[in-house]
């Protein structure tokens, strides 16, 4: 079969690659498929999209999507149906959290909730005729009129039997953007992304990480890591992988046997990132990751305040993120923290606390969202029982920039809100919240690498790390 897949790209600057499709891609070449993927950037209209589709015919067309892509999703898709019977299914952590929405839009024949691996390859021996529809696990389609679901996919117990991600498809050409970079004649390698470990256990009501790869965790063995690094590193050419597993260090031993095996190769050129638990990490750890070629720590801090962290189910103290925040600085490693304001119950000391724990712990970087209650989280729950949901909000402001909460009538607490964002984002590039008029008025700029707004950051950045491409978390 051709199967044609499509990231409906909202943000016209960036580095985030699809990497849900590209494990797809992977899987499917496995079985014979033959694969194109299409990142749609912003300025590619329904046209565009299949004037492309046409050139390669495909017998399946597949798009993934964030809650906050969905709607161009769907405009693409509709615009593929005008012209075209080719089936579209849609996966995802939108399509995951709410299947049956998405189905109720006519140009959407399957869903896919979940991992998607196994799911994609045997809708595609349905569609071949192989294999009955009700017998592909984890889908929802259409029979006689109505929506229909089936059993739920089973979690990959060994993620080691996946292929790696099919890098080769990457239309480059999309990503590497850095205009002015490219006009000065300098050269940037890429900073892939990565996963070593699908599931999170714990229960942030805020998170969206369960929707797709649920509590249950599941790791890769190191060796399988390291040779996707070693893939990466020598046919890429790429010299910084970021992590972007939910906890990369939840198993110590894990993370021993694998910074131990990468120091043994000693890859000097090679540098690498992750997302961790303040909570989950110890000097001596960090030491040793940072040995083993380990620069960025992103740590969720979410807020300064206890009460807030509690309401969100955090379950981490403010003095296990000191901790970490100070043994990073004094081991060189950066740090990116990561605030969620607005979360509901926030009150003005909260917010005063959370700047002054914002000093205090001075990360490298950091930025701030506006809380949003993401489909399929507990937050999202909450936020309808409690009636705080704007209404007729479309899921294309669901970036995390505005908010989609009802404003606070506190006038105090709104003014503490909005000098948290902008005294950071001056500073530290924290992306603003809708208060911002500029944000309102080019969404697209604040999805950019905020590096590109400031070359001196981004020189220093050149200095330090010999790269661009860390940038991208700025
Ligand atoms: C890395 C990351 C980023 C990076 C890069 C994003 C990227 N596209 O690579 C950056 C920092 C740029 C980013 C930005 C944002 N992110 Co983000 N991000 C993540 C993170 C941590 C990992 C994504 C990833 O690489 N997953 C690995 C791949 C393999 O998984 P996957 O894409 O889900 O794909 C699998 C299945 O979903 C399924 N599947 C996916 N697509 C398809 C398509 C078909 C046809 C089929 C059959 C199956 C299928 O099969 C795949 C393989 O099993 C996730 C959390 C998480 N654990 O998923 C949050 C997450 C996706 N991000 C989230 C959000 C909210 C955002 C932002 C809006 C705000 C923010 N937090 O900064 C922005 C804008 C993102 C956007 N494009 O819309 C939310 C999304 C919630 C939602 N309902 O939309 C998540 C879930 C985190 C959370 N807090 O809940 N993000
Ligand atoms: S925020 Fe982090 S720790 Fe909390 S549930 Fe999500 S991935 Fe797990």
Redesign the pocket.
């Known amino acids: 079969m051709r199967v044609f897949?499509i990231?409906p790209?909202?943000?016209l600057i960036?580095m985030?690659?699809?990497?849900?499709?590209?494990?797809?891609a992977s899987v499917l070449r496995e079985d014979g498929h033959e694969v194109k993927l299409m990142d749609a950037l912003p300025t590619k209209s329904a046209d565009d999209v299949i004037a492309k589709m046409k050139k390669f015919r495909p017998d399946l067309v597949?798009?993934?999507?964030?809650?906050?892509?969905i709607e161009r999703a769907l405009e693409l898709a509709k615009g593929i149906k005008r012209v075209s019977y080719v089936p579209i299914?849609?996966?995802?952590?939108?399509?995951?959290?709410e299947p049956k929405s998405v189905l109720e839009n006519d140009c959407v024949d399957y869903v896919?909730k979940?991992?998607?691996?196994r799911?994609?390859k045997e809708?595609c021996e349905s569609l071949t005729g192989d294999r009955d529809i009700s017998t592909v696990n984890g889908i929802g389609y259409h029979e006689d009129g109505k929506i229909a679901f089936t059993e739920p996919r089973d979690l990959?117990d060994d993620l080691d039997t996946l292929p790696f991600?099919a890098w080769d498809l990457v239309p480059w050409e999309d990503y590497l953007v850095y205009p002015w970079i490219k006009v000065c004649g300098l050269k940037t390698k890429p900073t892939l992304?990565a996963?070593t470990s699908?599931g999170?256990p714990f229960h942030c009501t805020?998170?969206?990480?369960q929707?797709?790869?649920s509590r249950h965790v599941r790791r890769r063995s190191p060796e399988n890591v390291i040779s996707e690094l070693k893939y990466l590193k020598e046919d890429m050419d790429v010299n910084i992988v970021?992590f972007?597993?939910?906890n990369f260090t939840l198993d110590r031993e894990w993370v021993e046997e694998f910074c131990l095996n990468l120091i043994e190769l000693g890859w000097h050129d090679l540098k690498w990132g992750c997302?961790t638990r303040a909570d989950l990490i110890d000097f001596e750890l960090m030491e040793l990751m940072k040995t083993a070629g380990c620069i960025l720590m992103e740590f969720g801090v979410e807020s300064g305040s206890e009460s807030v962290l509690k309401a969100m189910n955090k379950e981490i103290s403010l003095e296990s993120l000191k901790n970490a925040f100070s043994n990073t600085r004094k081991l060189g490693i950066k740090t990116q923290a990561?605030f969620i304001a607005e979360y509901p119950g926030e009150t003005y000391d909260d917010v005063i606390a959370t700047k002054k724990f914002l000093k205090e712990i001075n990360p490298s970087y950091c930025?701030i969202?506006a809380a949003?209650p993401?489909?399929?989280?507990a937050f999202n729950r909450l936020a309808k029982e409690k009636g705080i949901l704007k209404k007729d909000i479309p899921y294309d402001m669901?970036?995390?920039i505005d908010s989609v909460l009802e404003e606070t009538e506190d006038h105090a607490l709104k003014e503490a809100q909005r000098n948290l964002y902008e005294e950071n984002f001056f500073t530290k590039f924290t992306?603003p919240s809708s208060k911002m008029a500029i944000a309102t008025k080019f969404p697209d700029i604040f999805?950019v690498d905020s590096g590109l707004l400031n070359p001196l950051r981004l020189f220093r950045n050149l200095i330090h790390d010999g790269t661009f491409g860390i940038t991208?978390?700025l």
């Open positions: 897949l990231n790209r909202r943000q960036r985030d690659f699809p990497l849900g499709l590209l494990y797809l597949g798009f993934t999507a964030t809650t906050f892509e299914v849609i996966g995802g952590v939108h399509a995951s959290a896919v979940g991992e998607g691996e799911t994609i809708l990959i991600p992304t996963i699908r999170c805020f998170c969206g990480h929707v797709v790869w970021k972007e597993d939910g997302n990561s930025y969202l949003t993401y489909p399929g989280t669901w970036s995390s992306i999805f991208k978390y």
